[in-house]
DNA sequence: CACTTGACCTGTCCGC
DNA sequence: TGCGGACAGGTCAAGT
């Protein structure tokens, strides 16, 4: 899915475009997207009015004035794109979208306002999903209890960062990256650009790094993600924003995806490999 | 408990 | 211009 800084992106967009406006209606096309979206959960949602817009790891919550918060997770291919009501397509269409008019065959959920505009969750995979529940109560969900900490916090160290790697001490670094009960947000890009960074062989053991490297991964995370950030996230496949346009990022990636291209450190050719199930880009030379 | 692997879906790309 | 297989921003529930 989007990784942090796409659902941070996506997350301001949101923060503009939305906050404020009323729910006129809300439909969904199958119950695997949105599966509480049963009559009785429209008293929460029809009339309400959006609150605010959070981001917890990957996950997008929107407050709503009924003390109720809709929670998004866009899994792979999830979109959320708002769409005016002078326009059928996102906002920011024609320049770097990749959605047509909407609604199309992806659209899950869709919201409409007072206003006539629109909130699309579109999602090829169907992996996403939509939850209503109400705000108190999310806190309490296994998810919210078990996530690890917010990477780009001000005050989260090098050392906060290193001690929460000791509950994985016998697995691989990029698996323990990738784990949300570790550090919160870090996806297949964003582990793959940090190992590079930091000059860590990817299936080196967690129980093998030394804090020097820990401190050099650290400072990558945030040196990654926060670039991500600024350039809108990364459109390597499906991923737009709120106003359906791509990111940025992958023109600045120094090893994700860039396999039979010359290191940008040391010239040697990044290769692609398997590491924790995933596709994995690393410099043979840089990354021992 | 800690760790790994397959499943969930749809679409695209690559080799025959 | 077909057809099978591998693969794709992420988690989970099962296995060991």
Redesign the pocket.
């Known amino acids: 899915?989007?990784?942090l800084p796409?659902v941070e992106t996506i997350r301001r967009g949101l923060q503009e475009l939305i906050v404020g406006k009323i729910i006129k209606t809300v439909s969904s096309d199958t119950i695997?997207s949105f599966p509480n979206a049963k009559n009785d959960v429209n008293q929460f949602l029809i009339n309400a009015k959006i609150k605010s817009i959070r981001r917890r790891?990957?996950v997008l919550l929107i407050d709503l004035s009924t003390s109720y918060t809709l929670v998004i997770?866009l899994?792979?291919?999830g979109q959320l794109v708002f769409v005016s009501n002078k326009s059928r397509f996102g906002a920011g269409h024609p320049n770097d979208s990749l959605v047509g008019a909407l609604p199309d065959?992806?659209t899950r959920v869709t919201f409409d306002f007072t206003d006539d505009s629109h909130l699309f969750f579109n999602d090829?995979?169907?992996?996403g999903w939509v939850r209503l529940m109400s705000t108190v109560e999310v806190p309490n969900i296994d998810?919210m209890k078990k996530v690890g900490p917010e990477p780009l916090e001000a005050d989260f160290t090098a050392s906060d960062f290193a001690d929460r790697f000791k509950?994985?001490?016998?697995?691989?670094i990029k698996?323990a990256l990738?784990d949300?009960t570790v550090i919160a947000g870090i996806?297949?890009?964003y582990a793959d650009e940090s190992l590079w960074g930091a000059k860590i062989n990817p299936k080196r053991l967690v129980n093998t790094i030394t804090k020097a490297e820990f401190t050099r991964l650290y400072k990558e995370v945030r040196l990654v993600m926060n670039l991500s950030i600024e350039k809108g996230g990364s459109?390597?496949?499906?991923?737009v924003n709120a106003e359906g346009k791509k990111g940025s990022y992958m023109d600045f990636a120094r090893v994700f995806r860039r396999e039979g291209l010359a290191c940008l450190r040391c010239g040697t050719e990044i290769v692609k490999l398997?590491v924790?199930?995933?596709?994995t880009h690393i410099c043979p030379n840089c990354q021992r």
């Open positions: 899915m989007p990784e796409e695997k790891a990957k997770h899994k792979m291919t065959k992806s090829q995979r169907k992996f998810f509950r994985r001490a016998k697995t691989t698996a990738l949300q996806g297949n890009i459109t390597n496949r499906n991923y398997k924790a199930g995933r596709g």
